[in-house]
């Protein structure tokens, strides 16, 4: 008897093991999609803010970038400013932008007119601003540079941007990210008047807390974004929680909507998208 309830013991407590090892990559996956579509977040506004600046700049007179990605008709942009500073006011009516994300609500950015510096700082924050319904909330601000880095030995723009934003799902579930990214163009800056060719390498880390706690999150491999594709098309985090250690493969340079996400040594293939 006492065998048999051992036995049934040991099978108990490796069910309940299973199904927490289980839950917990379900979890983790669960965790990995919602970092995706932040992530997506945080490029599609770099996207914005860089196109805004270049528009700044060409009309104080600089023949900076031309952009073919252009801004849907739904968005209205007002323009001010003064001899020293240029502000660029962005209103989105549900707008559907080249990628298929829908954007809502107001992005504020700013910036000095002394274009010639070797270091421009532009500020944006969100007003009522929604990326495929989720609430974006916060200020950030990204530092522009041209130099020589680890990643290309020719002189290119390289984008260092600071974070710290909250973000409601549309379920009420909210998230906060603190960190930064370093967002380089590797090709496409010496055609200046053609967006389409423009190719960015992604660095950084960051913290986001999540309902359920803190991730802590590392890109391993920089992450590379194409003008012409909706999605990373490489590139690897590594994600770290309080119970697991993740890592999310954007391919092999593929434009598509998958990834690789991989826990505990199982690698399941999540999709990306709105």
């Not at 031309?66 to 006011?89: I, N, Y």
């Not at 609430?135 to 600071?162: C, D, F, K, Y």
């Amino acid at each position: 008897m006492k065998t048999t309830k051992m036995i049934l013991g040991l099978a108990l407590a490796f069910t309940i093991w299973s199904c927490s090892k289980e839950d917990g990559e379900n979890s983790t996956l669960s965790e990995a999609k919602i970092n995706a579509k932040i992530d997506a977040i945080a490029d599609d506004v770099s996207d914005i803010v860089e196109k805004e600046y270049y528009e700044a700049a060409n009309l104080a007179g600089r023949n900076a970038q031309t952009q073919e990605l252009a801004l849907p008709d739904c968005v209205t942009v007002t323009v001010t400013g003064d001899l020293s500073s240029w502000t660029r006011t962005l209103v989105f009516a549900n707008c559907t932008m080249p990628n298929g994300n829908v954007l809502d609500g107001t992005i504020i950015i700013s910036g000095s007119t002394d274009f010639d510096a070797p270091t421009q700082t532009i500020n944006y924050s969100f007003v009522n601003f929604h990326h495929n319904n989720i609430l974006v909330e916060g200020n950030r601000s990204m530092v522009r540079t041209l130099q020589s880095t680890a990643a290309l030995a020719t002189i290119h723009p390289v984008a260092n941007v600071a974070f710290d934003m909250q973000l409601t799902f549309p379920n009420g579930n909210t998230y906060h990210r603190v960190g930064n990214r370093v967002r380089e163009m590797i090709a496409g800056f010496n055609t200046p008047l053609l967006w389409l060719d423009n190719v960015f390498s992604i660095t950084g880390s960051w913290t986001t807390t999540f309902p359920s706690g803190t991730r802590t999150s590392t890109i391993t491999t920089p992450l590379v974004a194409e003008a012409t594709c909706p999605y990373l098309v490489s590139g690897v985090i590594t994600v770290v929680g309080p119970n697991n250690t993740a890592t999310l493969d954007y391919g092999n340079g593929d434009c598509d909507n998958q990834a690789t996400l991989t826990v505990n040594g199982t690698t399941t293939t999540i999709f990306l998208g709105n």
